[in-house]
């Protein structure tokens, strides 16, 4: 695998202030193609990992958030470039007052920042750490998919939480989400019902044997709430 990095200085939306924020697009070419659909958490631990390090108790939001006591403080959009070549990108809060994250917050979530967790790091000591996990969780993912996502399940804070989806056709699901399969996806316990969902519109591996057939979220931002 090839992992190359930039950064920015501002979200990965724009929306905040400049010096606030850093969007890191990394370019990651996989052997195997079929590792791209894994690539939003492996991301995601690896900048949950890196903050970890800093002493910022930062945790997973299954597939793409990463959250600090329930409050964003950055999230992963993989776009997929070419088979086998995935842009991931990242976009984390550095430094920004209160009344900032304030008007960060979508869909009625809460938002903070590395600096309003005690962390002065630099922002160049953000994304070297972030950089080096993300390069050991590639690198973990080549070697075997099942290990990245056993990598994933001690830091997802989406399991065990009641969470609340929206299905392509209008209706809304809420239930206890249980564990992360091999692939990725994640089971939903709901009305008596093991559910399996994946995020995203794109390609994604089959369910390992055993698992219920899968309900295909829309779109990859947001797509459980946890209650």
């Not at 922002?123 to 969780?137: I, K």
């Not at 089971?187 to 309900?215: I, K, Q, S, W």
């Amino acid at each position: 695998s090839d992992v190359v990095g930039e950064s920015g200085g501002r979200g990965a939306a724009g929306c905040g202030p400049p010096g606030g924020a850093l969007a890191t697009p990394v370019v990651v070419r996989l052997k195997d193609p079929a590792g791209a659909a894994l690539l939003p958490l492996v991301a995601g631990t690896a900048m949950a990992a890196a903050l970890r390090e800093l002493g910022v108790p930062a945790a997973v939001k299954w597939p793409n958030d990463v959250l600090v006591g329930g409050a964003k403080i950055c999230g992963i959009l993989c776009l997929l470039a070419a088979p086998g070549t995935v842009i991931v990108g990242s976009g984390i809060n550095l430094r920004l007052t209160p009344e900032e994250t304030a008007h960060l917050g979508l869909h009625g979530s809460r938002a903070t920042a590395v600096n309003l967790e005690g962390c002065t790091a630099s922002p160049d000591t953000v994304l070297s750490g972030y950089l080096a996990q993300l390069r050991h969780g590639v690198e973990r993912l080549e070697r075997d998919p099942a290990d990245a996502v056993a990598a994933a399940r001690p830091c997802c804070e989406t399991l065990g939480s009641s969470v609340r989806t929206e299905l392509p056709d209008g209706r809304r699901v809420t239930g206890r989400a249980g564990d992360l399969p091999d692939d990725g996806a994640i089971l939903v316990r709901t009305d008596g019902e093991t559910r399996l969902f994946v995020a995203g519109a794109g390609p994604h591996p089959r369910p390992a044997a055993g698992c219920p057939r899968a309900l295909r979220l829309p779109t990859p931002q947001v797509p459980l709430s946890i209650l």
